[in-house]
């Protein structure tokens, strides 16, 4: 089975500070997502990466940057947290060697930028 | 960038009764993807579909993708509780060796099951 994992499930940062969301994958994907959710929103694609060190931005990036140093690890990074950053954040991967791109999420990041 | 209508936003049931959903798009998509949310963890996928007419069943789940290629429905039958959650249809635009690039999600299904 795929495994996703985040390093954390509740984060709570206050206005300024830079947050780091780390995410890791078990399955050797090629591709890695980062999503935030908000209610009435759904989910919106903030950054990808379709291979390490490659990165592309998603429909949100403004305020956010992303890592991928290794296969296994996305790392999304909030330079200086504002409260309208505080949402759900979820990342996906996906083999990338098939015809469709089925992603798998982890169990989320409820962040909440005071 | 593309959209998806997923509806209906919310629906209240009773125990046991059928469930269904839909997704519609202006444009089309070469796979349609159901996934389902539990509160608090990240969507899990119920069902992938591939081909236009294709129907697809998991336990009392099935779906189905459109002709046309715009468009996806869901059914649960003969709902329990542990179906409560939020369901969310995703669409890929992507064709063979398409390369990379996120889903397209619709803003999901809230199922809430009355005792």
């Known amino acids: 089975d795929v495994k996703v994992t985040q390093s954390s499930r509740y984060l709570v940062k206050r206005t300024g500070e830079k947050v780091f969301l780390e995410c890791v994958q078990d399955m050797d994907h090629e591709n890695m997502f980062w999503y935030r959710q908000d209610p009435g929103l759904g989910l919106r694609l903030i950054y990808f990466s379709y291979d390490v060190k490659m990165k592309e931005k998603g429909d949100i990036p403004e305020g956010y940057s992303v890592s991928r140093e290794k296969k296994e690890r996305f790392s999304l990074i909030l330079e200086s947290a504002s409260t309208n950053q505080t949402s759900m954040y979820l990342c996906?991967?996906?083999?990338?060697?098939?015809?469709?791109?089925?992603?798998?999420f982890g169990p989320g990041t409820r962040l909440t930028v005071l | 960038g593309q959209q998806l209508n997923q509806s209906p936003q919310s629906m209240f049931i009773q125990e046991g009764e059928d469930v269904s959903m839909n997704c519609t798009s202006s444009s089309i998509f070469n796979t349609w993807l159901w996934y389902k949310q539990d509160p608090g963890e990240g969507p899990v996928l119920l069902i992938a579909?591939?081909?236009?007419?294709e129907l697809t069943s998991n336990g009392r789940l099935t779906a189905q993708f459109g002709i046309t290629r715009k468009d996806s429905f869901l059914n649960i039958s003969a709902s329990i509780p542990s179906d409560v959650g939020i369901y969310f249809c995703?669409?890929?635009?992507?064709?063979?060796?398409?390369?990379?690039?996120?889903?397209?999600f619709g803003k999901g299904t809230h199922l809430i099951i009355q005792p």
């Open positions: 579909l591939y081909k236009a007419g």
């Open positions: 996906a991967s996906s083999s990338g060697t098939l015809v469709t791109d089925t992603q798998y």
């Open positions: 995703a669409g890929d635009p992507k064709k063979l060796g398409g390369g990379a690039d996120g889903l397209t």
